[in-house]
């Protein structure tokens, strides 16, 4: 752990030189000096930068960079999910579907630089839908990461993880991952993922998941999540899909919440809407 934090820093001074020096008030109130960096802000300094293109998000409907209208809907959902989950002592959160084109990365990457506003949360995102990753597409993310490479213990977190500010990381894939469902259900991820945490110390841990219905891997993961969002898409996903897989959900984790996504009668001038039942 020691040579991890060194080299962390080592490599945030190279990147970014020397953090500048805060105030702080030591046992004698006459003595200032300068703040000692804890080891997980050390973590987060380490991490390689990421600053988005507003154009490049909103065209991939990623609307909350920044406060406004089009964030309401999201800010709301993050005050909700945030009482419910601090209630329960819960961090880690897992959004899925029932099939794919539901809009459940929209509305993972929504809610966390929604989350991301708030100064005092830290929160790490992780894609785990390794069969059809398209988180780095949609953030426009350029540096070819490949976190199931993490998860499998093959490399570090930090060569694979980049940060907006100080208090929001992105861990994805630059492709599809073979035997996915076999890697998410490895016990090695449980150690992976307790690392994760205690190096960095996120207030939230963020699992952009595979949907339900595609596939094992979802079911394979979920044990590993302490609650989980389902994103359903009005005039596509039924009822009787969200009924199984909440059924499903609640076999292996805390359903959160139910999000009703591309609601177009919500508003006659917005062609996508949301709905969150807690």
Request: with cysteine.
């Amino acid at each position: 752990m020691e040579r991890i934090q060194s080299a962390i820093q080592k490599a945030r001074i190279a990147r970014e030189g020397k953090l500048p020096e805060a105030p702080i008030r030591t046992a004698d109130t006459r003595q200032s000096g300068p703040a000692p960096l804890s080891d997980h802000h050390l973590a987060w300094a380490g991490l390689e930068v990421f600053q988005p293109n507003a154009a490049h998000l909103q065209r991939g409907r990623i609307t909350t960079l920044e406060p406004g209208q089009m964030a309401t809907p999201f800010d709301v959902m993050r005050t909700r999910l945030l009482k419910q989950m601090r209630t329960n002592s819960w961090r880690r959160l897992a959004i899925t579907s029932p099939g794919p084109g539901c809009g459940k990365t929209m509305t993972c990457l929504n809610l966390a630089f929604s989350l991301a506003r708030q100064s005092d949360i830290r929160v790490m995102v992780i894609e785990v839908d390794l069969r059809r990753p398209s988180m780095a597409k949609t953030l426009g993310l350029k540096p070819l990461q490949s976190f199931a490479d993490v998860l499998e213990g093959k490399a570090t977190a930090s060569g694979h993880l980049v940060r907006y500010g100080m208090n929001l990381a992105f861990g994805t894939n630059h492709g599809p991952v073979r035997n996915s469902a076999e890697l998410l259900q490895s016990p090695a991820i449980v150690e992976v993922l307790a690392e994760l945490e205690q190096t960095y110390a996120p207030d939230l841990l963020i699992f952009d998941m595979p949907p339900m219905q595609t596939g094992d891997d979802a079911i394979a993961f979920l044990e590993k999540a302490d609650c989980a969002l389902l994103v359903a898409a009005a005039g596509t996903t039924t009822i009787a899909q969200v009924d199984h897989c909440e059924r499903d959900i609640a076999a292996h984790t805390n359903v959160l919440g139910v999000v009703l996504n591309k609601c177009r009668y919500l508003d006659k001038d917005q062609s996508y809407g949301y709905e969150y039942y807690g």
